[in-house]
C-alpha cells in the first residue's frame, strides 16, 4: 500500500518537541512516498504581543509571533530538501485562521518556498481555540451557534481558496467529544458544508483526511467517511491524508486506515504537493 504523511509537526510548533531530524529519519523508515513539514503558524497572532490589544490577546493563550515559527520551519525544512534530495520531503504550513488576517494569509500564501499549504480553523471571531473551550458550561443551543460560525468562517475560507486543502474539518467537535462526550448532530450543516465542498471542487483545491481523531478515540477521522464521500460527489479530486503526529512515534498513524476511507468513498488517487502543484499517486 502507497502510505503519504502530509501532515505533521515538529519542534518548530508550539505544541510539538518533536525533534525534525528524527522526524524526516522516521518517515524513511516507513517508507513514506511523501513526507510533508507543516508547522502551525496562527494568522491572527503573527506578531509579538506588543502588536495585540488587550482583547485580542486574551485569545492567544499566551502564544504569540507565529511570524518567527514561520521563518524558522520553513528555512529549516528548505535547507533539509538539499540534504534528503533522494526522498519526497515537502515544505508546508498548517495556516490557521486565515479569515482573521487576511493580510498575513496573503504574505504565507505568496512565499514561494513552500510547496504546501493547509488552511485550517482551530478558532473563530472573538472565541477561544475550540481546545480551550468549557462546553460542559453550554447549552446545546449555544454549541450548535458556536459550530453554524465555524462552518460559516470554513466557507468565508474556501470562498478565499488561497491554499492547497482544508484542514481536518470538524475539528470543532474534537474535544467535546472526547473530554466532554457531546455528540452533536452536524447532518444540519450538511449544505453549508456542501457548498464549501463545491467551492474547492471548483477551485481545484482539496480537503485532508486528518487521522488524528481515530488515535485519539474519537472513533473516526476528521472528517468522516460521510463527508469525504460528500466531497467525492460534488466534484472534489484533490485529497490529501495527514497523521498530525507532534511526536516521532505518531508520525504515519492510522494512515492505511484513512487510505481505505478513501477508496471507500470512490477516489482512485491522493495527493502530495510540489511547489503548490497537486501530485496524484494511485491507492
Known sequence: MILIDCHTHTQYSMDSDADIVQMIERAKALNLSAYAITDHCECN???????????????????FNYQKDFENSVSAVTSLKEKYADFNLICGVEMGQAMLDIEVAEKIANDKRLD??????????????????????????????????????????????????????????????????????????????AESFRELAQKGKGIEINTSGIRQKCSHSFPSLKYVQLFHDVGGEVLSIGSDAHTVEDLGANVSECIEIAKTAGFKNVCCFRNRRPHFISI
Open 116 to 193: 504546501f499549504i493547509i488552511a485550517s480553523v482551530h478558532q473563530i471571531k472573538n472565541e477561544q481555540d475550540f481546545y480551550y473551550i468549557d462546553y460542559n458550561n453550554m447549552t446545546m443551543d449555544e454549541i450548535y451557534n458556536l459550530l453554524e460560525r465555524y462552518f460559516v468562517e470554513v466557507y468565508e475560507l474556501c470562498k478565499w481558496g488561497k491554499f492547497d486543502v482544508l484542514g481536518h474539518l470538524t475539528y470543532c467537535i474534537r474535544y467535546m467529544k472526547m473530554r466532554n462526550g457531546i455528540n452533536p448532530d452536524l447532518s444540519r450543516f450538511d449544505e453549508i458544508i
Open 45 to 63: 497572532f503573527w506578531y509579538p504581543e506588543e502588536h495585540y490589544s488587550t482583547e485580542e490577546a486574551v485569545f492567544a493563550h499566551d502564544y
